[in-house]
């Protein structure tokens, strides 16, 4: 079946580090790959997405390539914030194949000032 | 509107009392989802409409737990004798399409004493 891997966190850095969080799937067919946001005490935000191989999502300074050959989908900022300090989720939804949702398991991010 | 909203925020409820909880999706999305968080970062499918239309409900316990999504009204997700397993965050979600990205609600965390 589908499946999304996380690194594990938490991710702490300081203010202005560059972020990376990890992200790799697998799937049938030519899945849609997702980044969501959970800040604390809050649902759910889409962050960015990317529809299909070679597409770079990106919001708010983050920014992910979908990598077919290697399956993978990471996220990256150049210099993080405070205020990004939330749990990040990656998800895909599988072409031809079940529309719900596969989540992974979630990375904390902590950023210090 | 342009957000999902739920209501209410929290709700506690002793055991065996029910408890219901709403959604009202994004104007013009066709399809609602309903999620469970129980542990921090984990999410689990309940059911999806299309519409006023059940589509999905492989999720649902359904001994307790039904939901409706009727015209002009919000969704609603009810738990009839709730037990102390029912505590969690459940959020709701909408999307134009069934493949298409979800937008979630901010969720309603719910606390069976």
């Known amino acids: 079946g589908d499946s999304v891997t996380q690194m594990e966190g938490p991710v702490t850095l300081s203010e202005e580090a560059f972020l990376t969080i990890n992200c790799t799937y697998t799937?049938?067919?030519?899945?849609?790959l997702f980044w969501y946001v959970q800040y604390p005490g809050e649902g759910l935000q889409l962050l960015l997405k990317?529809?299909?191989?070679?597409d770079k999502g990106s919001n708010k300074g983050f920014e992910a390539t979908y990598r077919k050959e290697t399956t993978s989908f990471h996220l990256e900022k150049g210099s993080v914030q405070v205020s990004d300090s939330a749990v990040y989720f990656c998800a895909l939804i599988a072409s031809g194949g079940s529309y719900i949702p596969t989540f992974g398991r979630g990375t904390s991010l902590i950023v210090h000032p | 509107g342009e957000e999902v909203a739920q209501t209410p925020k929290h709700l506690v409820r002793g055991e065996g009392q029910k408890a219901k909880l709403y959604c009202a999706p994004i104007k013009g999305h066709s399809y609602v989802f309903w999620y469970q968080q129980v542990l921090k970062n984990e999410f689990k499918f309940l059911i999806s409409f299309q519409n006023e239309n059940v589509f999905d409900e492989t999720g649902m316990p359904k001994e307790r737990f039904s939901a409706k999504c009727l015209p002009n009204s919000p969704c609603s997700l009810e738990i009839q004798a709730t037990k102390l397993e029912d505590s969690a965050v459940y959020f709701c979600?909408?999307?134009?399409?069934?493949?298409?990205?979800?937008?979630f609600g901010p969720g309603t965390r719910l606390t069976v004493t």
């Open positions: 990317a529809t299909k191989a070679d």
């Open positions: 799937a049938t067919g030519y899945p849609s």
């Open positions: 979600a909408s999307s134009l399409g069934d493949y298409n990205e979800q937008y």
